[in-house]
């Protein structure tokens, strides 16, 4: 009898998901975030979308710098009743500008950078998931980009055209007057257009990074922007709690 061996059946590799170049989060962020952020997975990057966040808040200010100074001496004004300007205050529009931008610079670093700290230890150690810190350092640049680039072109003209820099597209719009040194339209501008969008944005991103599912992943979404939308209220008060 002469042996036949059967045919072995032919391997098919397994596809991967293509790699996307990482300047293509600019627009894939929005079109297609997990897809984009699938791609990014084994090589994170966080310092190009900390680079953009720095030039958006550059345009921020040059377009809304000065209706902001404006706004914020008013009711700084109003808050003092009369009173002279603590000693060492000033509402110059050149050094409001460049103090904008540094503030910028700075926020563009230090927040994501807060952000992805909190994430990943709730991640990693409340919910059990695996991560790698650039990944979710990575995942909330590019939410904050996000945040950024949704105010400049859909709230920036809304300020511009009311000349109020406490105009908002949130909750806070529903308020009879919109204040900047308000506790009310403080909290409810958090819950704004960008806000939102920022907060999808790194729900899908997280729930990729640390393999959870969707859901879980917008539940650290949740835990973390919301934290920080409760610090960013209370240092956006501070300034009338000394007055």
Do not use: C
């Amino acid at each position: 009898m002469t042996d036949q061996t059967q045919p072995q059946p032919e391997v098919v590799p397994t596809p991967q998901a293509p790699k996307e170049p990482f300047y293509s989060g600019i627009w894939n962020v929005f079109l297609s975030p997990a897809s984009f952020f699938e791609s990014q997975r084994e090589k994170p990057n966080w310092w190009f979308p900390t680079l953009l966040i720095a030039l958006a808040f550059i345009v921020w200010a040059l377009l809304i710098g000065d209706i902001q100074n404006e706004t914020i001496e008013a009711e700084v004004r109003e808050l003092l009743d009369g009173r002279p300007l603590p000693e060492g205050a000033s509402f110059d529009q050149q050094g409001g500008l460049i103090g904008s931008i540094i503030g910028g610079v700075i926020f563009a670093f230090l927040i994501p950078l807060i952000a992805a700290s909190l994430s990943f230890l709730v991640g990693s150690f409340m919910m059990g998931g695996k991560a790698t810190f650039s990944a979710t350092w990575s995942i909330h640049a590019w939410a904050a980009y996000a945040w950024m680039l949704i105010s400049i072109v859909l709230l920036a003209p809304l300020i511009i055209a009311t000349g109020n820099y406490a105009a908002s597209l949130s909750l806070a719009a529903i308020l009879p007057e919109q204040r900047v040194f308000s506790w009310t339209n403080a909290l409810l501008s958090r819950i704004s257009v960008q806000h939102i969008g920022q907060l999808i944005i790194a729900g899908i991103g997280l729930a990729i990074t640390f393999g959870f599912s969707r859901n879980k992943g917008i539940i650290i979404a949740v835990i973390t922007l919301g934290f920080m939308a409760l610090v960013g209220a209370a240092f956006q008060m501070m300034p009338a709690m000394f007055l």
